[in-house]
Each structure stands twice: as structure tokens, then as C-alpha cells.
């Protein structure tokens, strides 16, 4: 059983976030030629012909003062009663805010009724209302309200199609919303704002056909539209991730221009893995907007993840230059490139620029471990001893970075210790408990390791590396080899597919005596994870069946990653 060791998933996650970065513009530019309309006069509300009477103010200050001592549920009281009485849409608009604001549901209702009907010609008004109507579920009685947002010109028009299903989102009857927005949408068969409202209202409701034929509408009538090329390949993502990649190449063919399109294709690929090609992406959206932070930092991860440092460090320092965000991240990731690239000073004081927030502990276990490369374990160890941690999992995470640096170092006894001292303060932490554990396998403490695991393993009874451990102990060891068997094949029940677990079961069965079996599974762990311990026990396994051509070959490959092995440089020296 190879070791197993904690990894750090910070980078794919980070890549897998690239849905964060920022869009290019909100909006697009004016067409060349385009008139830019001057803002259009103040609308002023048609306002009641009555004089300021002393109780009017009087009610008009009982509700601004208990606004202001927290009361908004008097206030929205106070000000739609004096809202009736005078007929001032100001005051019903300043009764609509409190209401909404106290969640009064039932007045913000009345009170956004009331202002609507007294400034008919009000968007604002209208919206009110009708978006505090369908909040309460009553979709007949917001249904004309919606009409008239509707019947606005223009652009008017176009971004109350737009709005709708937002305003609708929360209706649980997804097929009377679909209704609602059809019926709003029949008018006008050639505005693709419309189409793209019903195409949005039907994938709600689960009719994808639907959905998709509509979309197909609204490109028809506005083709290149980005807001429905992005919901069409949405749509066809979670059906087939394929499919959706074919719908942004053939977009971004007919509109290479398409920025957040291509953005969207891009992370896409991000989650499929496909990191070359989503790097080419992000970097010709890059070539439009060299001075973009977050797409910077993007291709800069790309770029780690291709291996390609340079380029990783070229773009992530341009993200910092054009002020990326979160220059921690930024940071931590120029100090791995540098730890990568043995430029170790220059790591150190990368990962000591990382400040205190959700990515310091991990630059400063990564700050020790630059500092023990140095040959400076015992202040490493020092370093992270003085840390304050949050937490009870930042405590842990801690004594087991102490420990693996003096795993890494062969200093086995003194990881034991720290590790037990670690037990003594987080009594019973199955990650402390597994690390114990091996660090006593290290040191033949085989009773230790027995009681760690299986007390790990009532703590955790579906912990699947705890019967492997346990397992591949027992096997490597030759003793109590049916139950190293079966302990092996309980972890694999618990994690199919784990090429580690596979090296462990073949190896129990090769200690039993059943080498068929045993190659069979070592290849099948081989082939899934070439890893230089599985490679060491094939070769035994091949060797012992007389394929010693074979066994040579699996051994020298794996040498040439890693020629460092011991287990991989024992096992060649003793069938040498």
C-alpha cells in the first residue's frame, strides 16, 4: 500500500471557480452611428389638491419616529391610514417601503396597491405592485400589473421580459408561471426578449424541448444575443457537457467577438479538464482586455496546472499588477511556483506575504516546509508550533504538517511523539489517529498500530484507509493473511475504483499464495495510478510468475519518475 497523504486541493478548486471571474462589460456599446438619447425630464406624481393639516403631520411624524425607534410595522400603519386619507402617492410609496421593510406582507401589498392606483403611470408603482402580488402567491390578481410593465416600448419592453422570471422565481407551480409567461409573451411572437422568457419559464417547469425551441426563436430574431446563447448552453450542460461544448464552438465561429460566451466556454472546459484548450480560450478573451485582473489570474492557473511556471508566474504577477482581488491567493500560488522551481528564498517570502484570512494557515504550513528544505527542521517545527489556531481541525492540521516534516526528514520517532502529544490534546481525531498509526508502523509498533486503526474504525466505520492500513499491515508482515484479505476487501466495498486499495487487496492475495489473483488486481491498481509502490509489487508478482522481462520493464519505467523509491529500489535489488 503506497503512503497515503494528505493533498491540497486548493488548485483545482481555484480552477473549478473560474466561474467568478468577471465579464468584460455589463452591457454592450452603442452601435457606431447609435444617437444618445438626453435623460428624459423628472416625472413628477399627480399630487392631491388639499392643504398640510396639523394632524396630517402629526400621523406623518408618529410613523417617521417610530421608523426610526424600530418599529416598522407602526410606522407602515401610520402612513398608509394618513396615504388613504390625503390620496398622496408619495406618502403610499413611503407605506409600501416601511411595509416591505417591517415584512408586513399584507400592508406592503395594500399599500403598493394603493400607490399604483394613484400613480397609474408610475413603473415603479406597477412594479411594486406587481412583484409584491406574486410574492403572496396571487398570480390572477398580478397578472394585469405584469401586462402593463409589458406594454412599455422599446427597451421598456425588453427588460420586463427579462426581469419576469426572476420576479417569478419563487412560485413552487412551475407550470401555472410557464402559463403566466406564454400568455404575457403571445403579443409580441417577434420580440426574442419574449421568447427568451418563455424558453427560461419552460426549463423551470422541465420541458426542455420546449425550452431549447424557443431559444432557437430568439436567435432567429436577434442573432448573436449573448443572454440566450449563455442560457442555451446552460441548459444543454446539464444534459451533456458535449453537447454544450459543440453549442459554444459553433456560437463563438459565427461570433468570435462574443467575450462572455467564450468566457462561459472556457470554464467549461475548466470542468471537463480540458486546461490547454480552456488556457487558448481565456487568452484570447485576455487579448481584448489585457488589463483584466481576474482573467489574468485565470490563465496564470492554467498554466500551473499545464506545468508551464514561467507563463503561471508571467500571468498571476499581471494579475497582482492590475489589482486582482484576492492577492493572497495570488501569493500563495507565486510561492509555490517558486518552491517548485527550487527558488526557495523567494517562496519563503511569497508565502510570508499571505495574510491572516482563509488561505494563511496554508501558506504558512507551506512556509515551514520551505524552511525544513533549507535545512532548518527544528525552527520549521518551532514556526509552527506558535501559530494560534482557530479551531480544533486548525490544531490538527498543524500537528500533522509537524509530523510530516519529520516523516520527510526519517526522524520517525520524534513525528510518533509529536503526533501522541497531538492524541493527548484532540483525544480520539480520525485523522491524528490514522497518522499515529503509520508513524508507529514506521517503527514496528505493530500493537499501536492495531489499536489506532481499529479505534479509528469504530469512530469511523465507513473510514475505508483504516481497513486498508490495517489490512496491508497485516499482509506485508505475512501474519493473519485471510484477515488481511478480508479486511482489504471491506476497504474496497467502502472506495471502488481506489488503485491503492486494489495494490493492498493484490498484495494480501500474493502473500497467500495466489498470484493470479494478485496480478490481476495490481494491474488493474497499475493501470489506474502508476505509482512507483504499486509498480515495485507488480514487478514481484510478474516475477514470481516467470514474466521477468515484463517485471524488468514495469520496474524501469517507474525508476525513471522515481528514482528516489525506496520501496521501488529494494525490491529491484533483490531480484537483481
Avoid at 176 to 187: G, I, K, R
Amino acid at each position: 500500500m503506497p503512503t497515503l497523504k494528505l493533498k491540497s486541493a486548493l488548485l483545482t478548486s481555484s480552477l473549478l471557480a473560474l466561474a467568478a471571474c468577471a465579464p468584460m462589460q455589463s452591457k454592450p456599446p452603442a452601435d457606431a452611428g447609435e444617437k444618445v438619447q438626453a435623460p428624459a425630464e423628472e416625472r413628477k406624481p399627480p399630487l392631491p389638491n388639499q392643504e398640510l393639516s396639523a394632524q396630517s403631520l402629526y400621523q406623518y411624524l408618529v410613523g417617521e419616529v417610530a421608523l426610526q425607534r424600530g418599529q416598522p410595522e407602526l410606522a407602515a400603519e401610520a402612513l398608509l391610514d394618513l396615504a388613504r386619507q390625503t390620496r398622496d402617492p408619495r406618502l403610499a410609496q413611503r407605506a409600501t417601503e416601511t411595509a416591505v421593510l417591517g415584512r408586513q406582507a399584507s400592508q406592503a401589498g395594500d399599500a403598493a396597491l394603493l400607490w399604483q392606483s394613484l400613480d397609474p403611470e408610475s413603473p415603479q408603482a406597477t412594479q411594486a405592485a406587481a412583484a409584491l402580488l406574486v410574492n403572496s402567491g396571487r398570480l390572477g390578481e398580478a397578472r394585469p400589473y405584469l401586462e402593463k410593465l409589458i406594454t412599455a416600448e422599446g427597451e421598456g419592453r425588453a427588460a420586463a421580459f427579462l426581469h419576469l422570471n426572476q420576479m417569478l422565481a419563487r412560485q413552487r407551480d412551475r407550470e401555472a408561471v410557464l402559463t403566466l409567461v406564454q400568455d404575457l409573451a403571445s403579443p409580441y411572437p417577434e420580440s426574442a426578449e419574449a421568447h427568451f422568457a418563455v424558453a427560461q419559464a419552460a426549463w423551470s417547469a422541465g420541458k426542455r424541448q420546449e425550452a431549447v425551441a424557443e431559444l432557437r426563436l430568439a436567435d432567429r430574431l436577434r442573432p448573436g444575443w449573448e443572454p440566450a446563447a449563455l442560457f442555451h448552453g446552460q441548459a444543454l450542460q446539464q444534459v451533456s457537457a458535449s453537447d454544450a461544448l459543440e453549442f459554444y464552438r459553433a456560437f463563438l465561429h459565427d461570433y468570435p467577438k462574443a467575450s462572455e460566451v467564450r468566457l462561459a466556454y472556457a470554464r467549461l472546459l475548466v470542468s471537463e479538464k480540458s486546461y490547454p484548450q480552456a488556457r487558448n480560450e481565456f487568452q484570447r478573451v485576455l487579448d481584448d482586455a489585457p488589463n483584466n485582473a481576474e482573467i489574468s489570474f485565470a490563465v496564470g492557473l492554467l498554466a500551473l496546472q499545464a506545468s508551464d511556471l514561467a507563463a503561471a508566474e508571467t500571468y498571476l504577477q499581471r494579475a497582482l499588477a492590475a489589482g486582482y482581488k484576492d492577492a493572497d491567493l495570488a501569493h500563495f500560488y507565486l510561492g509555490q511556483i517558486a518552491e517548485e522551481r527550487k527558488q526557495l528564498k523567494q517562496a519563503a517570502e511569497w508565502f510570508s506575504r499571505v495574510g491572516p484570512g482563509e488561505h494563511y494557515l496554508n501558506a504558512q504550513i507551506r512556509y515551514a516546509g520551505v524552511m525544513a528544505k533549507q535545512g532548518r527542521l527544528d525552527e520549521a517545527s518551532r514556526h509552527l508550533q506558535q501559530i494560534q489556531p482557530q479551531d480544533i481541525a486548525q490544531r490538527a492540521l498543524l500537528i500533522q504538517a509537524e509530523a510530516q516534516l519529520l516523516r520527510e526528514a526519517k526522524r520517525h520517532q520524534e513525528a510518533f511523539e509529536v503526533l501522541g502529544k497531538g492524541l493527548e490534546k484532540i483525544p480520539n481525531h480520525p485523522e491524528l489517529l490514522y497518522d499515529h498509526a503509520m508513524a508507529a508502523e514506521k517503527l514496528n509498533l505493530l500493537d499501536v498500530v492495531e489499536k489506532d486503526l481499529r479505534q479509528l474504525i469504530q469512530i469511523k466505520p465507513d473510514n475505508a484507509h483504516a481497513y486498508n492500513a490495517l489490512g496491508y499491515t497485516f499482509a506485508e508482515r505475512g501474519i493473519r493473511l485471510e484477515e488481511a484479505r478480508q479486511l482489504t476487501e471491506k476497504a474496497l466495498s467502502l472506495d471502488p475504483g481506489n488503485p491503492l486499495i486494489m495494490d493492498s487487496l493484490g498484495w494480501a492475495y500474493y502473500r497467500l499464495g495466489e498470484h493470479g489473483k494478485a496480478a490481476e488486481w495490481l494491474k488493474k491498481a497499475h493501470e489506474l495510478r502508476p505509482d512507483p509502490e504499486i509498480a515495485a509489487h507488480l514487478g514481484e508478482v510478474l516475477w514470481m510468475q516467470g514474466q521477468r522481462d515484463e517485471a524488468r520493464k514495469i520496474w524501469q519505467s517507474a525508476l525513471k519518475l522515481s528514482p528516489e523509491n525506496d520501496v521501488l529500489r529494494n525490491v529491484m535489488q533483490k531480484f537483481k
